[in-house]
């Protein structure tokens, strides 16, 4: 086998367009690993961690990876100079022949957009301040998709989006419907009047907002607008600028009839003054605040019976010769790509099983040792019972979002799956537009590989929450068909799909496995 490592230097291409180019290359016959990515720390672990040896790189070089013999190297450096060729093509192609160029700067763009309503913000989130600031001096709504923004820039924004009188949403809003338009993550939602009461969202969650509306939709529950506010905005610093924010426009949008606001574990206080606005607003509102009681599935039900629509029994697929609940022995590996979706899957098994580790903990002292966390994939090996969120901050610098790229969590599966401790294996997989076009493509394969590596003694147990609807592009029925075929147990509803998992291994956890973090 042959090892190519490059850095070209002052080469740039978002994330997305790199990841296809990687994909490129990898599927290039007798190529056996392979890694085109700006050279962030991460991306520069996940090579090493595939064997590479790569030089000393800094974030704004371009990494090329491939790993093959020798002909199998050379094709799949000859499909990277046909993908990048064809990126650059498509970037200056996109907008016609003749046409002028592209704006640069998000005050050309307002300017070549005058009556655009929102600026959608999608940059490195250390650039991303100057440019939301802009949009909000020229009077428009702001979407910040950027995560990695800092605490005191996020407070100044909404500070100034007050002043202008404009919503800011985000940073880290991954996801938004605007009369029926998804901007970011977003899932296919009947619409309003397509009869019976529309339901507002106020989300600062990504994750949550689409497992609610997902669900609504599948009690028949039409939709006005999904508006995100970053999951930090009910922290005590951001104090819920946004969310009252937003809330206000929802009260006064004559299509929507009853209004949700949802969140990640909010501050106390900040839930106080939330839920003083819902109580003054003349639109029924629901609060549902993670980490006070009940789950988003409950929360569903409950705005069914408010808005007068039944509730649906909450679509399933289990294997044939699933285990009994109870007989499972190990522990819990959760790998999610939703952070609220790692919350709530917490919420619901802790109480059955006990402590939960994680990089998003329910208490500090549940964090994650600094052993496992001081490389950027932690080692998970010997701690219990975990669940992940990927979609953290710390996963995303410099990559796509694990909803996008699947890399980082094919990496824990096949970890789990070398890991006899590791009784059941929770993963999420959210549909709709924005997500990775087929993720049961990926996914499945490796979940079935997990699967078969374990003897009978030692076997593993692999539960998804499949978060979307049926009008999704990437064909739910389809996807949960494949997820089945590999082993898996399917559930729409992320709370069920957690509780059926925690009642598998409904039993001591192993002798030795340490209940709090050093």
């Known amino acids: 086998m042959t090892d190519h490592i490059t850095l070209r230097r002052g080469v740039y291409h978002d994330s997305v367009t790199l990841l296809r180019i990687s994909r490129a ?23 090493v961690q595939q064997g590479f040896s790569v030089p000393p790189a800094g974030p704004d070089d371009l990494l090329v990876a491939v790993r093959g013999d020798d002909d199998a190297v050379r094709a799949g450096l000859a499909a990277l100079q046909d993908a990048l060729a064809a990126a650059d093509r498509a970037s200056v192609g996109a907008r016609g022949v003749g046409a002028t160029p592209a704006p640069r700067t998000v005050r050309a763009a307002t300017r070549e957009a005058p009556d655009a309503a929102i600026v959608l913000l999608s940059v490195p989130g250390a650039a991303v301040t100057g440019e939301a600031m802009d949009a909000i001096a020229a009077g428009r709504h702001v979407m910040i998709f950027s995560d990695n923004v800092p605490l005191s820039d996020e407070i100044a924004l909404k500070d100034a989006g007050a002043r202008a009188g404009v919503l800011v949403m985000g940073p880290d809003c991954g996801t938004a419907v605007i009369g029926g338009v998804g901007l970011g993550f977003a899932n296919v939602l009947r619409a309003p009047g397509s009869g019976g009461t529309a339901v507002g969202l106020v989300a600062a969650s990504g994750t949550g907002a689409q497992q609610l509306s997902s669900l609504l939709d599948e009690a ?29 426009l929802l009260d006064a949008d004559p299509a929507t009839g009853h209004v949700v606001v949802l969140s990640k574990p909010p501050h106390p206080a900040v839930a106080d003054t939330v839920r003083a606005a819902a109580r003054s607003a003349r639109t029924p509102v629901s609060t549902v605040l993670l980490g006070e009681g009940g789950d988003l599935t409950t929360a569903a039900e ?40 790692a919350d709530e899957a917490m919420l619901v098994t802790g109480p059955v099983l006990g402590d939960i580790r994680s990089n998003i903990p329910l208490r500090p002292a549940l964090a994650l040792p600094v052993g496992a966390g001081a490389g950027r994939v932690p080692d998970l090996a010997g701690l219990g019972h975990v669940v992940l969120d990927l979609g953290d901050d710390a996963f995303t610098a410099g990559r796509p979002h694990p909803m996008i790229d699947p890399s980082v969590r094919l990496g824990q599966i096949a970890a789990a799956g070398a890991d006899p401790a590791v ?3 929770l993963v999420d997989v959210v549909l709709g537009h924005g997500a990775d076009p087929d993720p049961a493509g990926s996914l499945a394969p490796a979940l079935r590989t997990a699967v078969t590596a374990r003897d009978a003694t030692h076997p593993l147990t692999v539960v998804v929450s499949l978060c979307g609807t049926g009008g999704d592009p990437q064909d739910r029925g389809a996807q949960a068909s494949a997820l089945l075929e590999a082993g898996a147990a399917v559930f729409v509803s992320n709370a069920e799909a957690a509780r059926y998992a925690a009642g598998l291994l409904a039993a001591p956890t192993p002798a030795g496995t340490p209940s709090e973090a050093p």
């Open 25 to 47: 290359v990898a599927d290039t016959p007798g190529v056996t690993a392979a890694q085109v990515a700006m050279a962030t720390p991460l991306n520069v672990e996940l090579a």
């Open 220 to 248: 028949g529950v039409a939709v006005s607008h999904v508006l995100g506010v970053g999951g930090r905005d009910l922290s005590r610093e951001v104090g819920g600028r946004s969310t009252l924010a937003a809330l206000a």
């Open 302 to 341: 409950q705005v069914c019976a408010a808005v007068g629509v039944s509730v649906p029994d909450w679509p399933r697929w289990i294997p044939d010769g699933a285990p009994t609940p109870g007989s499972v022995r190990g522990v819990l590996r959760g790998l999610f790509a939703g952070g609220t979706l």
């Open 423 to 425: 009784g059941v294996l």
